[in-house]
């Protein structure tokens, strides 16, 4: 059990003041209960070791600093008995230790702490003296370093938090940074009025968007065996056509990254289009382009020499999934939009533009300072019998392949319609009435000369009678003009059906 010294004095006559050279002289008073008085009432615990290494004075503070007995510490007492129960009381490690000795031994001002069975945290400076001595002063400063290690760990925790501020912060500036760039690629999207115009847009929007990332634009053809190449942005490597199953995100019908360290393998259509250099792609992206729940195409992102830094953007995987998403819903809509617009204009059986877009298309003719145009007016012989003893379906058969015949046979500036039943005309711009008549000859033959399956059989030859009309030579408006050809058309079914006639 610790208790205080007996009140004896422990001190002699002395009184302790620092020289002018750092050491500690020590100064002879008369009045030592002054002394010890003084001594006594600092918080420190005080003592004085002579050259030798022996107590030559302390105070009774000591005690209660050190956790000490009466007889662990007295004057006469040695400094090696004094550090060696200090190290048996785990107070001192032996690396403080050696550090205690080479500063004695350099007699040089010495601190370290000492840690006390109780957890207190004691403080020791050591000054030497001029008689080669030592005056040591022992301060609890436990409350002062738990301050502090809590002050640390407040700041560390405050900094944790400043960072975790700035990477939230970042993250929602990159977040509204992406759904801007998204905003405006949405908008020039939805402003497209074709397919070939949206191409473009995506091919500038992706250049601006992620600067050094390369990549393509692939969409099924019609017959949607292969893939067409439609647009390429930073890369010299799109391919005409890739089929769908050289694609891993086409054939498990989701996005697919690649990253060289990854478990992953590279598409064919990548291995294909970079060739010798396809160990080069260290990091790329397919997209699906769907419509409609319908895959329609294939979006191709490489990294590589994405410049992070000038993008804004904080995952570029992600925002390319998303600039996919984004086209995908342009083209469904654009897709869409065809699809009413054909539905508004074209005949639903033949696929030929109906006949309020033809009068449009010859209107526009009209408007558009044109010299002229020819007009070809024709309809299947004995259509009637034809449905009569072989049935309607397969008169749509035959309808179906007159479309057919037109849509191969005339050239992209001449416009075919069906202007009901078995009626059909078309138009043939910069044409005089000679050379509407060429065509309407060419179109006559194509047709005589066309067999139509139906079921396990073959239908009878289709052949059809045409009358010909030009403007401004045979009328001054749309309707004069298809009248000459109808009046045309009866003097050819008069003169014995399968032949052409022009207006007079």
């Known amino acids: 059990m610790k208790h205080d010294p007996p009140g004896d004095a422990h001190f002699s006559a002395s009184q302790i003041m620092s020289s002018t050279d750092g050491s500690v002289g020590v100064i002879i008073d008369d009045d030592g209960a002054l002394t010890a008085g003084i001594l006594d009432i600092m918080e420190q615990g005080i003592v004085q070791w002579s050259a030798d290494g022996i107590c030559k004075l302390h105070n009774n503070r000591i005690y209660r600093v050190l956790e000490l007995s009466g007889g662990d510490l007295k004057v006469g007492s040695s400094i090696d008995d004094f550090c060696k129960r200090a190290v048996a009381r785990g107070e001192i490690t032996e690396t403080t230790m050696r550090y205690y000795q080479g500063q004695v031994t350099a007699h040089q001002p010495f601190t370290f702490d000492l840690k006390m069975p109780s957890g207190r945290m004691i403080l020791t400076n050591g000054r030497p003296t001029r008689g080669g001595g030592y005056v040591v002063t022992f301060t609890d400063v436990t409350q002062a370093r738990r301050a502090a290690l809590e002050l640390d760990a407040a700041k560390k925790e405050a900094e944790e938090a400043r960072t975790r501020a700035e990477e939230v912060l970042a993250q929602e500036r990159a977040r509204r940074n992406e759904a801007r760039l998204l905003a405006s690629l949405d908008e020039w999207l939805q402003s497209c009025k074709s397919l070939d115009e949206l191409f473009r847009i995506v091919r500038s929007f992706m250049v601006k968007l992620m600067p050094g990332s390369a990549g393509e634009l692939y969409v099924y053809s019609n017959s949607r065996d292969v893939l067409d190449g439609v647009c390429s942005w930073n890369t010299e490597t799109l391919s005409s056509h890739i089929t769908p199953d050289s694609c891993w995100s086409l054939r498990r019908g989701r996005h697919y ?74 083209i469904a809509n654009v897709k869409l939009r065809d699809e009413l617009r054909d539905q508004s204009i074209r005949d639903p059986l033949t696929g030929l533009f109906n006949r309020r877009h033809f009068m449009e298309a010859i209107r526009r003719q009209m408007g558009a300072g044109a010299t002229g145009f020819g007009l070809v007016s024709f309809d299947a012989d004995h259509f009637k019998a034809f449905n009569d003893n072989h049935g309607h379906d397969a008169g749509d058969m035959v309808l179906r392949t007159i479309g057919d015949t037109l849509k191969e046979r005339l050239t992209a500036g001449e416009i075919s319609c069906r202007i009901g039943g078995e009626e059909f005309a078309v138009l043939v711009p910069g044409a005089d009435r000679e050379a509407a008549r060429e065509v309407a000859e060419r179109i006559r033959a194509a047709i005589e000369a066309t067999q139509v399956r139906y079921l396990d059989k073959v239908l009878p030859a289709i052949t059809i009678s045409a009358g010909v009309a030009a403007w401004p030579t045979d009328g001054p408006d749309p309707a004069a003009v298809l009248r000459r050809a109808d009046e045309a058309l009866y003097r050819a079914k008069d003169g014995g059906r399968n032949r052409v006639d022009a207006a007079t």
Do not use: N, Q, W
Request: glycine share 10%; with cysteine; hydrophobic share 40%.
């Open 257 to 330: 990254e690649f990253t060289r360290e990854g478990m992953c393998f590279v598409c064919d259509h990548v291995d294909e289009a970079l060739g010798a250099d396809a160990d080069a792609a260290d990091h790329y992206l397919c997209v699906p382009v769907v419509a409609h729940g319908d895959t329609v195409g294939l979006l191709h992102f490489r990294f590589d020499g994405l410049r992070k830094a000038e993008t804004g953007i904080e995952d570029p995987s992600r925002f390319a999934v998303s600039c996919g998403e984004h086209i995908s819903m342009a």
